[in-house]
C-alpha cells in the first residue's frame, strides 16, 4: 500500500462519500487511489472553487465532506469556497497537494506555501513531510474538522503519496461524540427568575436552534414572546410555529425588527446575529450558545450562558410559569400579517414583459416546489426573494453564503446538495452576475446526470450593488450585465433550457421545468428595478436614493429615474 491508498483508507473509515477535485500532477496519485479503493468518488468539477462550495452544501447535509486543489492554482482556486465553509462552521476536509518535496522552498514551478495561504481559512493547516505522519496527521485534521467546525487543511506532497506507507503508531479510526452541553442548575434558575419577571420578551433564534424546533415553539407560548429567526434558521424554526414574526437583518422584515426593539428582554437562542445595526440597545439581552467565545460579541448582555439550545430549553420550561397577557404577542402578530399582506402586493403586481416581478418568480417557485425540497440561494438579491417569499415545511432545507457573501454559490452548492441527496429535488436560485462566474460547471451537472433546476433573475445587472450606490447617494455605474442567452448555453450542454420574458407565461413554464426529469435551467427576464429595502430605512439612506434619483436624471437618464422612483415610492409606502 502507498501513501496515496492508505489516506483513501483513512478517509472511507471517516464516512467521506466522495471527492470534488481538478485532477492532475500532484493529485494524480491520490485519484488512482479512490479509483482502486472504489469506495469514494471523485467528482471532476471545471473549477475548485466550485467543489469547495459543493463539500460545504454536502457538509451541512451529511456532517463531513472533502475537496481536494493540486499545486499551485488549484490550491487558490479553493479559497473562496473554503472561506465559506471555515466561516459558516462547516466540517470540510481539504487535501492540499503541493509540489515535490525536494523542490519545496526552491520557487519552483506551481509552489504555494500551503501553511500561510490557508491559515485565515482553516481550524487546522499542517504538511505531511513522511509517511510516518499520514496516519497521525489525517486522523487529527478530521477530528479538528468535526470538533472545531470548521475547515481542516492537509499538505501532501505528490512525490510522498506514491511512497511506501508505514504502519500507524496512532489511532486509524475517527471518533464523532454527541456530548450534550447545558448551563449549570444555578444558571438554569437564575435565566427562569429573569424571563418571569420580564414583561415582554421576543425570541431570535439561529442556526445553533434547528434541533430545538419543538422546544422553542412551547417556550414561545409560555412567555406569550413572539419568534423570529435569521436566514439560516428559518426552515428549522418557522414551520408549524403559530408565534413567528419573520427575519430581521438586511434580508428581513419590520416585524421581526419592531418585535426585538419594542420588546423588554430579547432572548438569543444559537445565534451571533443580529450585527449591531439591527440589534436592539435599550432593553435587556440574554443569549444562549455552545460557543461561548461569541457572548456578547455583538451586543451588552444581561446574561450569558454556554449551552446546546435543545437541552438547555428541555431543562428550562418546567420552571416557567404560564404568562397571562397577550397583548405584546399579539400586537406583534398583528403587524407580522400586514407586512406579509404587503409583501403580496408584489405578486398581485407580476411585471410586464422582460420585466417580471422577482418576488413574484419566487412566489410561484415556492407554490410549485416539493415539501422536502433543498433551496440554494445566490447571494446578493436572490437571498432577500428567498428569505421572504420561500416557506418553511419541516423537510425543506435552504443553504447559501450567509456569512462570507461570495457571489456565484448556488449553484456549485446546488451540486453538492444533489449529490447528497439524490432522492430530493433541488433548485438553485441564481443572479445573473452569480452563475455567469462560475457558468462551465454546467458541464459538471450534465456530466454526473444531476436533476437539478437553476433558476436564473436575469436582471441585467449586479442589483445588490446597484442598490449599494444608490442608497449611497451614486449613480449606479458598471453595475450593467451584458448576458448571453443563458437557455441556449444550458442547451450546448445537455441542460433542458427555457426562456420567460412574459409573467403571464412563467407558471407553465417553471411547471415544466421543475417537472422536466433531468436538469433544466430557467431564464427569467426580471425587473430591474425591483429594490429591496432592509426593515429599518434611515435617512441618510432616502437621501442617498434622492442624489442618486437626481444624478440620473441631469445625465439625461429620465425613463430609468422615473421607473426607480416609481419602485421606489411603492417599497418605502408599504414600510
Not at 511506501?164 to 448551563?183: D, E, G, M, V, W
Not at 447617494?473 to 412574459?502: C, E, H, R, V
Amino acid at each position: 500500500m502507498n501513501v496515496a491508498e492508505q489516506v483513501v483508507e483513512i478517509l472511507v473509515q471517516a464516512g467521506i462519500k466522495r471527492i470534488y477535485a481538478v485532477t492532475g500532477d500532484s493529485l494524480n496519485h491520490l485519484n488512482d487511489a479512490i479509483r482502486k479503493n472504489g469506495n469514494i468518488q471523485w467528482i471532476h468539477v471545471r473549477h475548485e472553487e466550485v467543489g469547495a462550495f459543493a463539500a460545504a452544501a454536502e457538509s451541512e447535509l451529511e456532517g463531513l465532506a472533502c475537496c481536494a486543489g493540486s499545486c499551485g492554482p488549484g490550491h487558490i482556486h479553493l479559497i473562496n469556497g473554503l472561506y465559506e465553509a471555515n466561516k459558516s462552521h462547516l466540517p470540510v476536509l481539504a487535501i492540499a497537494s503541493t509540489i515535490n518535496t525536494d523542490q519545496i522552498g526552491m520557487d519552483y514551478f506551481q509552489e504555494t506555501n500551503t501553511i500561510k495561504l490557508f491559515e485565515d481559512c482553516s481550524v487546522y493547516n499542517q504538511m505531511i513531510t513522511t509517511p510516518g505522519q499520514v496516519v497521525r496527521i489525517v486522523q487529527s485534521a478530521i477530528q479538528h474538522a468535526f470538533a472545531k467546525k470548521g475547515v481542516a487543511v492537509i499538505g501532501l506532497p505528490g512525490d510522498l503519496s506514491e511512497q511506501k506507507a508505514q504502519l500507524p503508531t496512532s489511532a486509524t479510526s475517527n471518533y464523532f461524540p454527541a456530548p450534550i452541553i447545558r448551563p449549570n442548575e444555578r444558571e438554569i434558575a437564575n435565566l427562569a427568575l429573569e424571563l418571569q419577571q420580564v414583561k415582554n420578551i421576543t425570541i431570535y433564534c439561529g442556526i445553533g436552534a434547528s434541533q430545538a424546533h419543538k422546544q422553542v415553539v412551547e417556550l414561545s407560548k409560555l412567555l406569550h414572546a413572539p419568534v423570529a429567526y435569521t436566514f439560516r434558521g428559518k426552515m428549522d424554526i418557522a414551520y408549524q410555529n403559530p408565534n413567528e414574526i419573520g427575519l430581521t437583518g438586511l434580508l428581513g422584515l419590520p416585524s421581526a425588527y419592531h418585535a426585538m426593539h419594542q420588546a423588554d428582554l430579547v432572548l438569543l437562542l444559537g445565534t451571533d446575529f443580529p450585527y449591531n445595526t439591527f440589534m436592539p440597545t435599550e432593553n435587556k439581552i440574554i443569549q444562549i450558545d455552545q460557543a461561548i467565545e461569541y457572548l456578547g460579541r455583538r451586543a451588552k448582555l444581561t446574561m450569558g450562558l454556554c449551552g446546546d439550545i435543545k437541552a438547555t430549553l428541555e431543562a428550562l420550561i418546567p420552571l416557567l410559569k404560564q404568562k397571562e397577557s397577550r397583548k405584546f404577542l399579539d400586537h406583534q402578530l398583528h403587524f407580522y400579517k400586514t407586512v406579509k399582506q404587503h409583501l403580496q402586493t408584489y405578486v398581485a403586481d407580476n411585471g410586464s414583459e422582460r420585466h417580471i416581478q422577482p418576488e413574484y418568480v419566487t412566489y410561484i417557485i415556492n407554490s410549485l416546489a416539493n415539501h422536502d425540497t433543498i433551496f440554494t440561494v445566490d447571494t446578493g438579491m436572490c437571498c432577500v426573494w428567498g428569505a421572504r417569499y420561500l416557506d418553511a415545511t419541516k423537510q425543506r432545507k435552504l443553504l447559501g453564503s450567509f456569512n462570507h457573501g461570495s457571489m456565484a454559490n448556488a449553484m456549485p452548492m446546488a451540486i453538492g446538495a444533489q449529490l447528497s441527496r439524490p432522492n430530493q429535488q433541488v433548485i438553485a436560485l441564481c443572479g445573473d452576475g452569480g452563475i455567469s462566474m462560475l457558468l462551465g460547471d454546467l458541464a459538471t451537472i450534465k456530466q454526473y446526470n444531476l436533476p437539478i433546476k437553476i433558476i436564473i433573475y436575469n436582471n441585467r445587472s449586479l442589483g445588490m450593488v446597484k442598490l449599494e450606490m444608490e442608497v449611497a447617494g451614486l449613480m449606479d455605474n458598471q453595475t450593467d450585465m451584458q448576458n448571453p442567452d443563458f437557455a441556449l448555453i444550458a442547451t450546448a450542454m445537455g441542460i433542458k433550457g427555457y426562456t420567460a420574458t412574459d409573467p403571464t407565461t412563467l407558471p407553465e413554464i417553471l411547471s415544466e421545468a421543475l417537472a422536466y426529469n433531468g436538469a433544466a435551467l430557467v431564464n427569467i427576464y426580471t425587473n430591474p428595478n425591483a429594490l429591496a429595502l432592509p426593515p429599518k430605512i434611515e435617512l441618510s439612506q432616502v437621501a442617498g436614493m434622492t442624489k442618486s434619483l437626481a444624478k440620473l436624471m441631469l445625465n439625461g437618464k429620465m425613463e430609468e429615474a422615473y421607473q426607480t422612483l416609481l419602485t421606489n415610492y411603492k417599497h418605502v409606502e408599504d414600510l
